[in-house]
């Protein structure tokens, strides 16, 4: 009877380590950056994206304060070339005026209603700006640059999606540069969401719609939230919308 229970309460204790070991989820099969190879793969292609001369479309920003009222909206006009050096343009209006800022034969210049803006912090901002503007659009394409230093950081289930995490850091980076983390769909290896750790400030941004009108997939809709310590979610801060997508 003894010899039957033992053989009986190794069994269950085998067994319940196969549920166990089953039931954890797994590490990713891929590194991190065949995970982004195969991202932009799903997303074009590597072939199509560095074979355009220019990017231009249209994007919308609307800013929202914590109890959900619209503090501002903006339409901006971005265009990036790549034919003759890199080069371009994001134009908009504020408060009746026209302002420009772009990138052209190695300096950036900002413009109000076509004054140039010779203020040399001026100029840092205008810089800082349009090499923001070009960095988000071009996701996850730039993250095959040289610079870039990519780890996987887990798997994380995002609005009932199995995602990959990827931490993305940049060869220059010192201890209080930005913290950047992207979340690649498991199965397509779509990119939905991004988190940008900044300072005591950490946003959530979250891909809900794409554009493929170009033969590129970019995001159409997105939606940036600001996130608590605790991981919740604290509100909706910012919504982005890109229509008018045109490459050549």
């Not at 039931?23 to 995970?35: F, G, H, L, Q, Y």
């Not at 982004?36 to 220019?54: D, I, P, Q, R, Y």
């Not at 540069?177 to 300072?199: I, M, N, P, R």
């Not at 995001?219 to 939230?225: G, P, T």
Request: hydrophobic share 35%.
């Amino acid at each position: 009877m003894k010899k039957e229970w033992r053989c009986k309460s190794v069994l269950i204790f085998v067994f319940s380590l196969t549920i166990l070991f089953c039931s954890c989820k797994p590490t990713a099969k891929v590194s991190a950056k065949e995970i982004v190879e195969k991202s932009v793969a799903f997303h074009g292609g590597m072939e199509l994206w560095k074979n355009s001369t220019s990017l231009s479309f249209d994007k919308k920003i609307i800013l929202y304060s914590k109890e959900g009222v619209v503090e501002s909206e903006q339409i901006q006009h971005q265009k990036f070339e790549y034919d003759q050096g890199f080069s371009g343009e994001l134009k908009w209006v504020k408060n009746g005026d026209s302002i420009s800022v772009g990138y052209r034969k190695g300096k950036a210049f900002k413009k109000i209603n076509n004054t140039v803006v010779v203020l040399e912090k001026g100029l840092q901002s205008a810089k800082k700006t349009f090499f923001s503007a070009h960095y988000v659009v071009n996701q996850p394409f730039k993250l095959l640059e040289d610079a870039v230093v990519l780890s996987y950081v887990a798997t994380e289930i995002i609005d009932g999606r199995d995602t990959y995490v990827i931490q993305v850091g940049y060869t220059n980076d010192t201890e209080v540069s930005d913290k950047w983390f992207y979340y690649f769909e498991t199965k397509t290896y779509q990119l939905v969401a991004t988190k940008v750790v900044h300072g005591a400030r950490t946003s959530m941004i979250k891909n809900i719609s794409y554009d493929k009108s170009t033969g590129l997939l970019f995001n159409h809709h997105r939606k940036s939230f600001f996130i608590k310590p605790s991981g919740e979610t604290d509100y909706l801060r910012a919504e982005y919308f890109y229509t008018n997508f045109y490459i050549k």
